[in-house]
């Protein structure tokens, strides 16, 4: 009875431990074309799995698909296709040596380990030639080999005269760049081009040559110098100091004297000084005048006015140049105006109006006096003439003379010749058409208060506007 239990016990024993080798003989035989219970490679699952499933689930899941090419100095962020290189990734090698490191017997140690976490790097194919021919096409690339300006030279315009021009691009360098991107391709696929990447050529000799031509003639052609014409300095900036010097584009040279000293054209000197005075000079000259009302009055007489000594002014402006002045320099006048710049008549002056019979008398732009007068008489061959005059003196009291009169006025304030403004107190009326049988000599007959209000605010030098 006893053997029969025994017996009966061993049978037990036996039979399942028999089952378990026969089962992990199996599994182990199993494990023999794959990998190894709970294995895991680049996060895929692999138990089983033989080198070539595993390659190409591991191909599929494979991420990239091209390289980011930026550079933070220069703003660029472009990509090249990782197909337009022919990249391709093959794992096989490295599954094969994870796989060769694997017992299939020993499967039954790895089942107390969450997972065998591997991480391999697969192995990279790609066309060299293409992955040139990528780099060169960027346009990071493009902007700093081919499109790069390597310029400094000193270059002419009309509107700024001579002046220095530099472009110095860094180039790159695309042996060193290649290195970079291939690079990625067993990293993260990303470049970042940092300056040491770049560089920049020396100056060429010519470059030299011209920095140091420029070096000595800069200096003549910075303004320094300004003309005060009453409206505002008129400087002599680089485009006008450009046109009293001359640079052969031959020699890459400007002339100089014979004593080494920089030439400047007494020609181009009087030429400017012509256009200058051409600008401002209205002495004697008919003008266009536009009343306070905005009429258009066509005047071509005139004894007022601005007009500049031009020699003088010739002779002073070479000698200036040759010296090196600086400063503001008022010019010298022939003519002198009351109100210096462009607009010499300015916003203070006086119209008589000898069709309305009426003068004003503007200051500061505003009508400070508005009263009839009365002007020449025309059919007596004494009607005043259309003109631009000034008030050339004041005198508190003055007898008139003429062959046939004598006549005494409290305030004259003549204007051209015997021509003036004054009081008449021998005129009964004024304005209208009074003038035409009771005009005057020429002048402009006043009441004695519009004379003496005018004379009291009046300047010598004041303009006065007669027209019709």
């Known amino acids: 009875m006893k053997k029969k239990l025994k017996g009966l016990i061993g049978a037990i024993i036996l039979i399942p431990t028999v089952a378990f080798i026969i089962f992990y003989l199996f599994v182990s035989f199993y494990y023999t074309e794959g990998f190894t219970f709970n294995t895991r490679i680049n996060g895929v699952y692999c138990t089983g799995k033989s080198v070539e499933e595993?390659?190409?689930?591991?191909?599929?899941?494979?991420q990239y698909d091209r390289i980011v090419v930026k550079s933070e100095d220069y703003g660029t962020e472009e990509e090249i296709l990782l197909s337009d290189i022919d990249y391709t990734v093959d794992y096989t090698e490295a599954l094969r040596n994870v796989f060769g490191k694997q017992s299939p017997f020993l499967w039954i140690l790895n089942a107390s380990e969450s997972s065998l976490t591997n991480s391999v790097k697969p192995s990279v194919l790609y066309n060299a030639d293409k992955l040139r021919d990528c780099v060169k096409n960027l346009n990071l690339v493009k902007q700093h080999t081919v499109d790069a300006k390597f310029i400094s030279e000193i270059r002419y315009s009309k509107e700024?005269?001579?002046?220095f021009f530099e472009q110095i691009d860094a180039l790159i360098d695309t042996d060193k760049l290649q290195n970079l991107v291939a690079d990625s391709l067993d990293k993260n696929f990303t470049v970042d081009v940092s300056k040491d990447?770049?560089?920049?050529?020396?100056?060429?000799?010519?470059?030299?040559?011209?920095?140091?031509?420029?070096?000595?003639?800069?200096?003549f052609l910075t303004p320094k110098l300004s003309f005060d014409m009453g409206d505002g300095p008129v400087a002599l900036d680089c485009s006008i100091l450009s046109s009293f010097i001359i640079f052969d584009t031959n020699t890459r040279e400007f002339l100089k004297n014979e004593d080494g000293s920089l030439?400047?054209?007494?020609?181009?000197?009087?030429?400017?000084?012509?256009?200058l005075c051409d600008r401002y000079d209205t002495y004697a000259m008919p003008r266009e005048f536009v009343t306070h009302i905005g009429e258009v009055k066509n005047i071509s007489f005139s004894n007022y006015g601005t007009l500049l000594d031009r020699q003088a002014e010739k002779e002073y402006l070479y000698n200036a140049?040759?010296?090196?002045?600086?400063?503001?320099?008022?010019?010298k006048y022939i003519h002198e105006p009351y109100k210096k710049g462009l607009n010499d008549i300015g916003d203070t002056y006086v119209e008589v109006d000898m069709t309305r019979q009426v003068l004003y008398f503007i200051q500061g732009g505003e009508v400070k006096l508005f009263c009839d007068v009365v002007t020449g008489k025309p059919s007596a061959g004494f009607a005043t003439p259309e003109m631009v005059c000034y008030v050339y003196n004041k005198v508190p009291g003055k007898y008139l003379t003429g062959p046939d009169y004598r006549s005494y006025v409290n305030f004259w304030m003549p204007v051209y010749k015997a021509i003036g403004l004054h009081d008449a107190g021998w005129q009964s009326a004024f304005g209208g058409d009074r003038y035409l049988r009771h005009g005057s000599r020429g002048c402009i007959n006043m009441r004695y208060d519009d004379a003496e209000a005018l004379y009291n605010a009046i300047e010598i030098g004041t303009p006065v506007i007669i027209y019709k």
């Open 321 to 331: 140049l040759l010296t090196g002045e600086e400063g503001i320099h008022e010019p």
């Open 160 to 163: 700024d005269g001579y002046y």
């Open 263 to 275: 030439y400047i054209s007494k020609d181009k000197v009087d030429s400017y000084i012509d256009t």
């Open 54 to 62: 595993v390659n190409s689930e591991l191909i599929e899941a494979f």
């Open 197 to 219: 990447c770049f560089f920049v050529q020396d100056d060429t000799p010519q470059m030299l040559h011209d920095k140091k031509v420029w070096g000595e003639v800069c200096g």
